[in-house]
């Protein structure tokens, strides 16, 4: 079962917008990573935020933690249309090295 | 972080057939990771491969259909056996350097 769990499946909005994306997983984690995948192609490392920070940046990028409520948020802000890909949070499953996606958002830039 | 050169990038194979799916890494690492993503899906781990050992298959992938190997360090290859329609999909490999994860380009599979 995946354990990553993200909110929206898909979302749509308009060029010039934020756009926010959570995940939430079931178990304690090293660090979570968010990961992006424009449509046909691998897969692009986002960002990575360990189990004792709350807030990440880079660039457009805002990524939250919330370890008591086991969730995460992605935020992006000021949206491109090269932003239109499907996002997949990542949880690193404390005591295990692999990476388990969760069913990813399907984001869809308008311009 | 390490670069994943993956073998082929795509092929059409005959559903009865196999094909044998390669990865090579340009560093010595222990643990090797396979994914299938099915078309519009997310990635589900099919198993996780270290050197010397048996892979460790998760839940509803078997040995038998999805054999693994490891010869070395840098090198793995995923068989996809007696193959099916309803295995066409997208086949990567990943290894973990640190806390990064590297991906493979992916191998499209398409069984007709």
């Known amino acids: 079962s995946q354990q990553g769990e993200e909110d929206p499946q898909a979302l749509s909005i308009q060029e010039g917008e934020n756009a926010t994306m959570n995940c939430s997983y079931k178990t304690s984690i090293n660090n979570l990573q968010w990961y992006r995948q424009n449509s046909g192609r691998g897969l692009v490392h986002l960002i990575l935020i360990r189990s004792n920070e709350r807030e990440k940046h880079s660039g457009r990028l805002r990524v939250t933690l919330d370890t008591s409520k086991k969730s995460s948020s992605l935020l992006i802000t000021a949206s491109r249309a090269a932003d239109t890909a499907s996002y997949f949070c990542?949880?690193?499953?404390?005591?295990?090295?692999?990476?388990?996606f969760g069913q990813g958002t399907r984001l869809t830039i308008n311009p | 972080s390490a670069v994943i050169s993956q073998k082929p990038s795509r092929d059409i194979c005959q559903r009865g057939t196999s094909l044998t799916i390669q990865c090579q890494v340009d560093s010595q690492v222990t643990m090797m990771f396979w994914y299938r993503q099915q078309p519009g899906q997310s990635l589900t781990l099919i198993a996780t491969a270290n050197q010397g050992s048996e892979a460790t298959y998760e839940s509803g992938f078997v040995i038998d259909k999805f054999p693994i190997s490891r010869p070395n360090l840098t090198f793995s290859t995923l068989t996809v056996s007696n193959m099916s329609p309803e295995d066409s999909s997208i086949y990567l490999c990943?290894?973990?350097?640190?806390?990064?994860?590297?991906f493979g380009s992916g191998t499209r599979l398409t069984v007709v």
């Open positions: 990943s290894v973990v350097w640190g806390m990064s994860y590297t």
């Open positions: 990542a949880p690193v499953i404390q005591g295990a090295q692999k990476l388990v």
